[in-house]
């Protein structure tokens, strides 16, 4: 009997030991406390910092298997991740959130849009150098995609064991833009160029245009890049719907009832691939350091286009609106307009940087759909 | 025979933002050539 009582609050005390006897299940806890204050208290990402803290301590309690074969986040991330359905879902919520007329009123800024990729190659090199192999490096090159979602499919398709250093990179330096960005933008640009007035023609969009553009970029960007599709396709249905006006309550849905729930799901399971095993390791540590490097250099070659342009354009283009060529929407246009507006109470860059942010965001998954299409002409993906 | 890591990241380089680059310009004058098609008409005026 005596020893029954025993086994019995052996059962109750056999967590305590197993966390004791590991150490790193000790150190993501206080990770995943970590990434809760940062959410909670610092207001960092919290949609997503708090399901990945909290995640991140689940998975981590001893003998809980909560990721083993039929627990509850292993369920989950089968469904969600491992399919690749919930970044592509989270795409659809993010084009019917997404005004594309900034764009489509000046498309040249979409060039820009383009030049904040150019950190995913350079990052995917260093990656290289590093060690990791060929897609691992192609995993960590798309932190500089600046986009968490396009992030998430790359990593779960092609490198799954670094999932959760990625996806915390990924939205980490996403919330760190304001902080990250104007040291960088300063340090490249002269007074002169800060202080650049844009004019701004508010040139009006019609309808039938801003209908058409998910179509034409979809079939367009489709038939370039045929593997990165369900990435452009998503974002483009979301954004179709919202043009279309046709079918508000799907629009509704898609920004905010299935974008919440897929959200929640995904950064559950994001939180859950952080156990101390899989990310107390080396490794992790060099891809926070690329995903840092990544989007320090998406910066600086967004702001040396803009350099460009302002040559070529004798003098008007404030270069920087380049900085915001990356896909944290709209988080970098607003950056740019309080750094301009710092260095000329006249400056008012928003809505250009509008357009550069914009087309930063169509330019990180356009990014992702070509690295995968050349991966597969190359036949190092099927 | 397997591609080495140089030849490989160079590639990606090159073709990625390439074609990163070439894929947005051709889409930046589709827009700019949907624009000029379906340019946002006047709403008439309304009389009275």
Known sequence: MLEAILNGLGGLVAGFQALALDWRSIIMIVIGCILLFLGIKKDCEPLLLVPIGFGCILVNIPLSDLMAKEGFLRVIYDAGVDTELFPLLIFIGIGAMTDFGPVLAQPSTFLLGAAGQFGIFLTLLMALFFGFTKLEAVSIGIIGACDGPTAIYVTSKYAPHLLGAVSVAAYSYMALVPVIQPPIMRAMTTQAERATVMKYKARPVSKTTKILFPLVITILGGLIAPKGLPLLGSIMLGNLMRESGVVSRLTKASENEIANVVTLFLGLCIGATMSGAAFLRPQTLIVLGLGFVAICLDTVCGILFAKGMRVLSGGKINPLIGAAGISAFPMAARVVQREGIKYNKKSYLLMHAMGANAGGQVGSVIAAAVMLSVLAGMGIIS | ?48
């Open chain 2, 1 to 48: 025979m397997e591609m080495d890591n140089t030849t490989f990241g160079l590639t990606m380089l090159i073709c990625g933002m390439g074609g990163t680059l070439l894929t947005l310009w051709i889409m930046s004058l589709v827009m700019t050539a949907l624009g000029r098609l379906f340019p946002e008409k006047a709403e008439p005026k309304k009389e009275g």
